[in-house]
């Protein structure tokens, strides 16, 4: 399983991704699902997977190959004109590989099925995201939709509808991830730390943020303490619902 965001701010755009590819009392395994694909001062593209990790291996490493003697490779996602263009490439990628690991047609692509996030910029456009399914289709991020998340969607959604806005700082859009993240870990053994976080401002390709939060990091440990107490500080300050007793 796999928990993956990215947003859409006024300021730029987030990422963020788990690493846990495997889970089970005695068995854990992690993994890069975060790959990015820059061009200094001319793009910046990052892409986040979740789903059969033979899948999304082989995609990004098509991806990868095409972008090397791209006169011979092509097309690659390096040479796109648009934000538009490098979601169509990723998505028929996409089609590409799970085709070719399930010949025996639909029922069988169930098996390698793979979601992606696409988001980035190229020069001359805005920063914008693409949530591609496994048909090679995808959507964009509006006004209405100004995130996406793929992977184990449910537990850490509640707080990003709730407190998600445009106007959001990094430092704030970082916070509410980790919240967001930390729900997940807690309620889902398959969702783990280490987390990757990219964070590029709009226009400035060549001044995008990267990280990697470890499980001991004291601002994560933090944030997680003191949601959990938040939590339970504001459900105590809650009006009580008195329910009567039934008369005889």
Not at 41 to 56: D, K
Not at 216 to 228: E, K
Request: aromatic share 10%.
């Amino acid at each position: 399983m796999t928990y993956c965001v990215a947003m859409r701010l006024n300021r730029g755009l987030v990422f963020m991704s788990d690493t846990r590819t495997n889970a089970g009392v005695d068995n854990f395994a992690s993994t890069r699902k975060m790959f990015n694909f820059n061009v200094a001062g001319e793009r910046n593209i990052t892409l986040m997977t979740a789903g059969n990790l033979a899948t999304t291996q082989a995609m990004i490493s098509l991806l990868e190959e095409r972008t090397q003697a791209v006169d011979d490779r092509d097309p690659s996602i390096l040479s796109q004109p648009t934000m538009f263009q490098v979601a169509r490439l990723v998505g028929a990628t996409l089609k590409e590989v799970i085709s070719y690991s399930a010949p025996g047609g639909p029922a069988s692509a169930d098996a390698f099925g793979a979601s992606i996030i696409v988001g980035g910029q190229i020069a001359g456009g805005q920063p914008t995201i693409f949530l591609v399914y496994p048909e090679g289709n995808f959507i964009e991020v509006s006004e209405d939709t100004p995130f996406f998340q793929i992977g184990e969607t449910k537990y850490g959604k509640p707080i990003l509808v709730r407190a998600f806005d445009p106007d959001l700082t990094f430092e704030d859009a970082m916070k509410l991830l980790l919240v967001s993240f930390d729900s997940t870990v807690k309620s889902n053994l398959s969702v783990g730390l280490p987390f990757d976080v990219h964070l590029f401002e709009d226009g400035m390709y060549d001044g995008s943020r990267r990280t990697r939060i470890e499980a001991d990091d004291p601002v994560y440990r933090a944030i997680s303490t003191g949601w959990g107490e938040a939590l339970k500080t504001a459900l105590d300050q809650l009006p009580t619902y008195e329910i009567a007793s039934d008369e005889v």
